[in-house]
């Protein structure tokens, strides 16, 4: 069974700082992909990385896949109040077309 | 701009009524989801179809059936509903073949009383 380890499962920050959430599996994906969730909505996708050491850049967030392609990363510079959200990592399957594995989610609240 | 919407935003039903949860995409998307969201475990898949007619079990479906008669239409339907089903249900849509991207319509809460 594929897993996508999420951490941290929450977070709370002030305005200005600096964040890291991590996405890890032993499973490699074709696939990596970060959403924001609001409460009451549904999640939002925010990118997709698919090459292995890939790099995106999405205003002040960073996203990173893992050179294996089993882990990746969200960083949050200067991290502002409008950033508060749950976010979500899911991975493509590679014996699926079309399924994705789905992270626990990092609750992440940002106070001014 | 791509949208997926689901027919309530919120409902409460009693237990053993027939529920129904419908949900409409205008991306002319292949494969469309039903997924169940509960605080700490994250999204569920329920079931999904990658056609019209064909759908396939996900990975929690018992007490679950669903209906997809239309392409842009995926309806999941609670047989008998129970208080265990209290949750958000998140309906998605993506295209056939990679890389997997879904879209989301903004949830049901169902509540079971």
């Known amino acids: 069974t594929q897993l996508l380890e999420q951490s941290p499962q929450f977070l709370s920050i002030q305005e200005g700082e600096n964040l890291t959430v991590y996405c890890n599996s032993s499973?490699?994906?074709?696939?990596l992909q970060w959403y924001r969730q609001e409460p009451g909505e549904g999640p939002v996708l925010l990118v997709t990385?698919?090459?292995g050491g890939e790099v995106k850049k999405l205003k002040r967030l960073t996203f990173q896949f893992g050179d294996a392609r089993k882990d990746s990363s969200l960083h949050i510079t200067a991290a502002q109040p409008g950033d508060t959200g749950l976010y979500l990592c899911?991975?493509?399957?590679?014996?699926?077309?079309?399924?994705?594995?789905w992270g626990a989610g990092t609750k992440l609240i940002i106070k001014p | 701009d791509v949208k997926v919407t689901q027919s309530s935003r919120y409902l409460v039903k009693r237990t053993g009524e027939k529920v129904f949860l419908e949900c409409v995409q205008d991306?002319?998307?292949?494969?469309m989801f039903w997924y169940r969201q509960d605080p700490g475990l994250g999204l569920r898949l329920i079931y999904f179809?990658?056609?019209?007619?064909?759908?396939e079990k996900g990975d929690i479906p018992e007490g679950y059936s669903v209906s997809r008669e239309k392409k842009e239409r995926f309806s999941l339907i609670l047989e008998s509903a129970s208080t265990n089903q209290t949750s958000m249900y998140l309906c998605?849509?993506?295209?056939?073949?990679?890389?997997?991207?879904?879209?989301f319509g903004p949830g049901t809460r169902l509540t079971v009383t």
């Open positions: 899911a991975g493509g399957r590679m014996d699926s077309n079309y399924q994705l594995i």
């Open positions: 499973s490699v994906f074709s696939s």
């Open positions: 990385v698919v090459t």
């Open positions: 991306m002319d998307h292949e494969n």
């Open positions: 179809s990658y056609d019209v007619k064909m759908k």
């Open positions: 998605a849509s993506s295209l056939w073949g990679g890389p997997y991207e879904q879209y």
